[in-house]
């Protein structure tokens, strides 16, 4: 059985991009697959270091990823603080990275643009970090949205560097996996760019909100005033429309919007108000799972002290491994 590997940060409610990007796969893989769902708490403090938010924000994510359907006797859901193993792997792999390449990732580049008062080495090495969450399983395939397609390069490329090093052949080479034929990226409402925490509340549409909630979001959706001409490209603001009406509706849906476009009989009014409906229905199983769930303490406690087991236990393997690889002898 393959060995599949993927996180979410926890900074907050999850929304229909980390959805179709990373979870709806998480559930189909883990039938066939030997999963680690975790949530990537070390990786949110290189932007939300906040003590008295990370806890619940963790609680969070592990509430959505079981209401989304991730089943816990099948895969393991596990926090990444829990499991200081990766750590240790990461600070190995931080001797095998180089200053240039890590700059010139498009994350670091665009976390620095926006914050340049807060540019600091986690966010740096932050590929370092989720190579080593990888590695420490030794996975093959790594489910996630379009946006990590660039961190999972930089993992193969770690893993490689590190066999090259060391003359193994032990880690081996990973990668990002969607079981549509490319990797996803949900646009979000404001227009211009992806769906995203850290775009505006009003940008994203969360698993958790309520059908009164994705009905106002959407109905403030960006548009523009029309095609003039038959057949017109579509501006960035419409084309996410239909971006995101492709993945909560039928293709029926879409064929039927896309004519009223390429006729210029398109009312944004009625598109927006399908493509609301059809975003709560998407999200209506789950949304009500996650009210459910997030009342049982007892069942989130006993999901995570299980999987954080099963985890570590898998991670010290790796770890005794490499450090036998590295050269690190008893005395
Ligand atoms: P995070 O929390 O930013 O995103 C979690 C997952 O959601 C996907 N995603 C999207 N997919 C499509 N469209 C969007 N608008 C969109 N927004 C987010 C992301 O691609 C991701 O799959 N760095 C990871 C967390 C991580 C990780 C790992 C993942 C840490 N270590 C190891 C895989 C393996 C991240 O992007 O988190």
């Not at 994510?61 to 750590?87: H, K």
């Not at 949205?145 to 490689?160: C, V, W």
């Not at 409402?189 to 850290?198: A, E, I, P, T, V």
């Not at 293709?251 to 210029?264: A, I, K, L």
Request: aromatic share 8%; hydrophobic share 35%.
């Amino acid at each position: 059985m393959e060995t599949v590997v993927s996180g979410i940060r926890s900074t907050g409610k999850l929304h229909l991009g980390n959805y179709y990007g990373a979870i709806k796969n998480f559930v189909q893989m883990q039938q066939a697959h030997n999963c680690y769902f975790f949530i990537a708490d070390l990786h949110s403090l290189t932007t939300h270091p906040t003590p008295g938010d990370l806890h619940a924000s963790v609680r969070q994510v592990v509430v959505e990823y079981l209401a989304a359907g991730i089943d816990p006797e099948i895969a393991t859901i596990y926090i990444q603080s829990d499991v200081p193993e990766v750590t240790e792997l990461y600070l190995y792999l931080n001797m095998n990275a180089y200053l240039g390449e890590l700059e010139r990732a498009t994350s670091f580049k665009d976390k620095v643009r926006a914050n340049p008062d807060n540019i600091n080495a986690g966010l740096l090495t932050y590929p370092v970090l989720m190579a080593a969450d990888i590695l420490l399983h030794r996975a093959t395939k790594v489910p996630v949205g379009k946006d990590q397609e660039q961190h999972l390069e930089m993992a193969r490329t770690f893993a490689n560097r590190f066999n090259r090093m060391y003359q193994t052949d032990y880690f081996i080479e990973p990668h990002a996996f969607s079981f549509s034929k490319q990797l996803i990226k949900i646009p979000g409402l404001d227009g211009k760019g992806k769906m995203g925490k850290s775009e505006g509340e009003a940008n994203a549409v969360y698993l958790s909100d309520t059908p009164e909630v994705i009905r106002k979001k959407v109905m403030r959706a960006v548009t523009d005033s029309g095609p003039t001409e038959p057949n017109q490209q579509k501006p960035e603001a419409i084309q996410n429309l239909f971006t995101l009406l492709a993945a909560v509706s039928s293709p029926d849906t879409v064929q039927h919007f896309d004519e009223c476009y390429n006729s210029c009989q398109i009312r944004y009014g009625d598109l927006k108000k399908q493509l609301a409906e059809d975003m709560i229905v998407a999200t209506d199983t789950v949304r009500k799972r996650i009210d459910e769930i997030s009342k049982d303490n007892e069942y989130i406690s006993k999901v995570i002290r299980w999987g954080n087991e099963k985890a570590r236990e898998s991670a010290r393997k790796t770890i005794a491994d490499v450090r036998e690889i590295i050269g690190f002898r008893k005395f």
